[in-house]
């Protein structure tokens, strides 16, 4: 059984299929969707594109169980309970219930004009809202949501207002001077950037009208998208003798700790990786769910005897203004900082960063060869020094 019918989900059904497995095979899924994909949502989805399409859904043997959600696992009696109260049994069980984008309070979530984004009804109604021709935008938060959508929303030709409570985009995750770089970037095409402020509450008579800050400004907005990051699902595990933390701990092979029936995968999992020295990892990227669920997949098969560690250093790239962005390992992590190649100025550079002397993470802007080779040289644990020379 595979919990969370999504991108991770999906993977692992293919693959128990593809690895052999001919049993019985069912996928719960929370959204009355089969499996779509999300990246298009914060982009294509905006300007009118409706292909979502993740290819696979058709021709999976599986029994789909869409539109239902899971609200309790018993673990000894190896069953699932669904939201109507059917109790469905397992042999083995896949988590793959992916996250949820935090909420701002409920009386500013009550405001009309005020989104958030993480599914396609939730673009859907944002397109809709955008229409409508809003006259001022306000995005909260400089993550990579914020940063798309606010580019989509410029190619629009629609004024933005980005508030970010970092010094600058993307500084928690990638470090000051990547940050700086895309303050500019997005200043350089309209955005306008209020940074270094946390948002207090939102203002508006039933429709929201702006945007009240921490320091007593107050931005003016007919709408509000927030983009503040995502919490992992996993309430309905809650009780069930997993131990959850930021999601569901496993170990190496991505088995529910202590348990050898069960696995997770994708946004909700939460594993030691092996290449950063066993540090516990949730990663939050599509290449890193497409790759986990078939590994946990082929894992739950093979028992945790003949199960493989899942070492994959995961790497993901975001579009902002047409400039494309990538990232791989753990640039958070880094004590040391260098530029490796390239330019600011040309939009053309490489970032690497290490700790302890060893390259842990590396950035590279429009330079996806360049990313490959700082992802291998991650991977192979290279010193940060031989990475640069290179
Ligand atoms: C707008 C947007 C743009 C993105 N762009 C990029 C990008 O450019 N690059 C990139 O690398 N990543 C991007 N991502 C992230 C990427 O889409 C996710 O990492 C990926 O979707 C994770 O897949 P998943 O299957 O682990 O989880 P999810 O996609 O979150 O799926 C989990 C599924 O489980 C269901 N579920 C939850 N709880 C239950 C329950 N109790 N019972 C049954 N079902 C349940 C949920 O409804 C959901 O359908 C983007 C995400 C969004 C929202």
Redesign the pocket.
């Known amino acids: 059984m595979v919990?969370?019918?999504?991108?991770?989900?999906?993977r692992a059904a293919q693959t128990l299929r593809d690895e052999g497995h001919t049993g019985e095979l069912t996928l719960?899924?929370?959204?009355p969707l089969l499996?779509y994909?999300?990246?298009?949502?914060?982009?294509s989805t905006l300007t009118g594109d409706d292909d979502v399409a993740l290819p696979g859904n058709d021709e999976l043997d599986a029994r789909w169980l869409i539109g239902?959600?899971?609200?309790g696992l018993d673990v000894s009696g190896r069953a699932v309970t669904l939201d109507d109260g059917t109790r469905l049994p397992y042999d083995g069980l896949v988590i793959?219930?992916?996250?949820?984008?935090r909420r701002l309070d409920d009386d500013a979530m009550s405001l009309d004009g005020v989104h958030l984004?993480?599914?396609f009804d939730d673009?859907m109604n944002l397109r809709k809202a955008l229409r409508d021709g809003p006259r001022r935008v306000a995005v909260i938060g400089g993550g990579?949501?914020g940063g798309?959508v606010s580019s989509t929303l410029r190619s629009l030709g629609i004024e933005v207002v980005l508030i970010d409570a970092a010094q600058a985009p993307m500084a928690g995750p990638l470090g000051e001077t990547v940050g700086g770089w895309l303050a500019e970037h997005h200043a350089r095409h309209g955005v306008e950037l209020v940074s270094g402020v946390r948002v207090a509450s939102l203002e508006g008579d039933g429709h929201v009208s702006a945007v009240r800050l921490s320091d007593g400004r107050s931005i003016l907005a007919d709408l509000v998208i927030a983009g503040l990051g995502?919490l992992p699902?996993t309430?309905?595990l809650d009780g069930s003798g997993l131990q959850l933390d930021d999601g569901v701990l496993t170990d190496s092979a991505l088995f529910a700790r202590g348990h050898a029936n069960i696995v997770a995968?994708?946004?909700?999992?939460r594993w030691p990786h092996g290449v950063f020295d066993d540090e516990y990892v949730r990663?939050?990227?599509?290449?890193?769910?497409n790759e986990?669920?078939a590994a946990a997949a082929r894992n739950l098969l093979r028992g945790p005897q003949d199960a493989e560690p899942f070492t994959e250093v995961h790497s993901?790239?975001?579009r902002v203004h047409g400039t494309r962005v990538q990232w791989a390992g753990l640039p958070r992590t880094a004590d040391e900082i260098v530029a490796i190649s390239g330019s600011l100025e040309e939009e053309k550079f490489s970032i690497g960063f290490g700790r302890g002397g060893r390259l842990v993470g590396a950035v590279a802007v429009n330079w996806p060869k360049e990313l490959i080779r700082l992802r291998r040289a991650i991977a192979a644990r290279q010193p940060l020094s031989a990475a640069a020379a290179a």
């Open positions: 919990v969370g019918a999504s991108l991770a989900g999906l719960v899924g929370a959204e499996p994909n999300r990246p298009p949502l914060s982009k239902r959600t899971a609200v793959t219930t992916g996250a949820r984008p984004l993480r599914t673009a990579i949501i798309e995502v699902n309430e309905w995968a994708g946004d909700v999992a990663i939050e990227h599509w290449a890193n769910a986990q669920g993901l790239g975001t």
